[in-house]
C-alpha cells in the first residue's frame, strides 16, 4: 500500500496533480473538524483510563518492588500484541463500531509507557522529605496525596506524553474495523487514488499530536507551582 501511494502521488506530480487540492479542504470543513475532535476522543480517553490505573499500580509497585517485575512484564506483553488482532478479540464484547472496540486496547498500550513513569516518580521523591511529612504527623493516604504524587507529577506527565503521541498515531489503525478517526480519510484517498485526504489527514494528526504535547507541559506547570519559583529564584 505504501508503494501504491507513493507511485500515485508521483503519478499525479507527472500530470501536474496538484498534491492539496485547497477548494476540497475548504469544502470539507466540518467534516474535517468532526473527524479530528473524535480522533482526538479516542487518543485522549484511553490515556486518562491508563493514568487511572496506572497511578495506584505504579504506588503498589513502589512500595512492594517485587510486584514491580511481574507488571511491567504483563504490561510489555500487551504492548508487543499486534494492535489489530486485539481490536478484534474486543468486537464480540463491545461492537464492530464501537468506540470502545478502539479505546479499550488502547489503554492497555498505554501501561507500557505509564507504569515505569508512575513507579520512577514515586521513587525520585527524597527519602528525607517523607521522614520530614511523617514527622509532621501525615498519615501514610495524606502524605501520598499531598508530598509523593504531587512531587511525582513531571516524571508520571512525561511518560503522559509519551503515551498520548502514541495513542493519537495508533487511533488511525482503528479505521481498518471502521472506526478511525482521521484515519477515515487515508481510506478515501486511497481507494479513490486522490492524495489530498491522505495529505490532510497527516497533517492534521501531526498538529493534534504537538497541541496535545503542548496542553500537557502546560499541566505540568499548573501542577508543580514551586519548580517556576525555583527556576526564578535560580
Known sequence: ??????????????????LVRWDWIGDHTGELGSLSAHHLKLALVPVLLGLIISIP???????????YPPTVAGANVLYALPSLALFMLFIPYTGLFS??????PLTLFTLSVLVPNVVDGMRSVPDPVRQAATAMGFSGLRRLVRVELPIAVPVVIAG???ATVASISLVSV?????????????ID????????????GSAL???????????????????TPWARA???TT
Open 1 to 18: 500500500r505504501r508503494r501504491r501511494v507513493i507511485s500515485m502521488i508521483a503519478a499525479l506530480a507527472d500530470d501536474g496533480e496538484p
Open 57 to 67: 499500580l505504579g504506588v503498589l509497585c513502589a512500595r512492594w518492588p517485587a510486584l
Open 99 to 104: 468506540d470502545w472496540t478502539l479505546m479499550l
Open 160 to 162: 503522559a506524553r509519551v
Open 174 to 186: 482503528g479505521v481498518l474495523i471502521g472506526n478511525g478517526g482521521l484515519g477515515q480519510l487515508f
Open 189 to 200: 484517498g486511497y481507494s479513490r487514488d486522490f492524495p489530498t485526504p491522505i495529505v490532510i
Open 205 to 223: 494528526i501531526v498538529v493534534l499530536a504537538l497541541a496535545s504535547d503542548a496542553a500537557l507541559v502546560a499541566a505540568q506547570r499548573l501542577l
Open 230 to 232: 525555583r527556576g526564578r
